[in-house]
Nanobody, 115 residues
Framework: QVQLVESGGGLVQPGGSLRLSCAAT????????RGWYRQVPGKQRELVAA???????NYADSVKGRFTISSDGAKNTVYLQMNSLKPENTAVYYC?????????WGQGTQVTVSS
């Protein structure tokens, strides 16, 4: 059974940095893309960043230049380096592995940006 395990969330001051990690356990093949989404109460989950199996990346406009997504295919992991964090980046962050016929989601990790 495949599970995505996230780590790295927490409380950080505005302007600070965090690095989120997500590792897949179990056998997982033919991953089309890995990504990070976030959700705040009362709003839909939204894409933050994604990276395809060929290395193409896509970012939400609000995080371009501050966040960097990367992955390690051999380890089935995906990372999100978040710099220059702002209070509006506060959310629960979820990792996602997209396969042709199924999506896997992590359990979510809270990121709080506050002084």
């Amino acid at each position: 059974q495949v599970q995505l395990v996230e780590s790295g969330g927490g409380l950080v001051q505005p302007g600070g940095s965090l690095r989120l990690s997500c590792a897949a356990t179990g056998n997982i093949f033919s991953i089309y893309a890995r990504g990070w989404y976030r959700q705040v109460p009362g709003k839909q989950r939204e894409l933050v960043a994604a990276i395809t199996s060929t290395g193409n990346t896509n970012y939400a406009d609000s995080v371009k230049g501050r966040f960097t997504i990367s992955s390690d295919g051999a380890k089935n992991t995906v990372y999100l380096q978040m710099n220059s964090l702002k209070p509006e980046n506060t959310a629960v962050y979820y990792c996602n592995f997209r396969l042709p016929s199924v999506n896997y989601w992590g359990q979510g990790t809270q990121v709080t940006v506050s002084s």
